[in-house]
């Protein structure tokens, strides 16, 4: 099976290496479009261009609106030779183990299944925190945690993209959801990777902007904190263009004061919603 990445950024300077890098050696092709960043992130899109050569395909595109990059997601798919993609946003990471066994997956059981369906650490605050399953309100096949579709067939027929940005979906040529086709055509593989959502993705957003821009994304919260002896993502400890921000940042004061404030808020609307 030939397995090819859907990435659609703008302004991701933060984690862009990482997420590319933390995938690079386990698929056949890398397809980037940027909409229009204006931090570093073309600049660091490019060093990874320089590492990998043509297994790269990037593209530099204008400012999208919400059901323009659906659009934009089309033009993908149709652009996609692979049998199979795997969506990667520009602040997920992946394991070295992880990877490798979502594409194992693909490989033994691609021609019996039309998508993956992955779970992910759903970081809040910094790369220490995360927050809990039992917060996610996604459901896929009973279980409810932080979990999305991550990896699809490209032989669906009619598969297509709906609905504007951010909740746009794949779905067949009657209109299906690939989480709603027969639960048979799926497989939910135990292979998780870091999503950074809710922590600042770029140097030039500040944090109000950002929760403006990106639907009020941005967080101040106090997660769970992962144990001392947690292993991160390899890509993590390897060698980085100078560029490149590291991840082992730490929140000062003034957020960890706001953050206990809004989380003790946060937990009586949850409490009191369910």
């Known amino acids: 099976m030939t397995i090819s990445t859907h990435t659609i950024v703008c302004n991701e300077e933060r984690y862009i290496w990482y997420s590319l890098m933390s995938v690079a050696?386990?698929?056949e092709k890398l397809?980037?479009?940027?909409?229009?960043?204006t931090d570093s992130t073309v600049e660091i899109i490019k060093e990874v261009e320089k590492k990998l050569g043509d297994k790269l395909e990037f593209r530099q595109l204008g400012k999208v609106g919400p059901s323009e990059l659906t659009e934009?997601?089309?033009k993908m798919l149709a652009a996609t030779k692979s049998d199979?993609?795997?969506i990667l946003d520009g602040d997920e990471v992946w394991w070295d183990s992880s990877i490798r066994k979502l594409v194992k997956t693909i490989n033994r059981d691609g021609e019996k299944l039309n998508c993956l369906v992955s779970p992910y650490y759903n970081l809040i605050g910094d790369i220490y925190h995360y927050q809990e399953d039992s917060i996610s309100k996604y459901v896929i096949d009973g279980r409810k945690g932080f979990l999305n579709i991550r990896a699809v067939n490209t032989k669906i027929p009619g598969l297509n993209v709906v609905n504007p940005y951010p909740k746009e979906a794949y779905v067949n040529e009657n209109g299906?959801?690939?989480?709603?086709?027969?639960?048979?055509?799926r497989k939910l593989v135990e292979a998780k990777y870091l999503h950074f959502t809710h922590l600042l993705r770029s140097g030039n957003v500040s944090k109000n902007s950002e929760a403006t821009l990106r639907g009020k994304k941005y967080?101040?919260?106090?997660?769970?904190?992962?144990?001392?002896?947690?292993y991160y993502p390899e890509v993590f400890f390897r060698e980085r263009?100078?560029?490149?921000n590291s991840v082992w940042e730490?929140?000062?004061?003034?957020y960890y004061l706001r953050a206990n404030v809004e989380t003790a808020l946060r937990k009586l609307k949850r409490k009191f919603m369910k």
């Open 176 to 185: 299906i959801f690939l989480q709603e086709m027969p639960k048979k055509e």
């Open 250 to 254: 730490i929140n000062d004061a003034g």
């Open 72 to 74: 934009l997601r089309q």
């Open 25 to 27: 050696n386990y698929v």
């Open 241 to 244: 263009p100078n560029n490149v």
């Open 219 to 230: 967080k101040y919260e106090i997660g769970n904190e992962f144990p001392l002896d947690f």
């Open 84 to 86: 199979w993609f795997i």
């Open 31 to 37: 397809i980037v479009w940027d909409t229009g960043s």
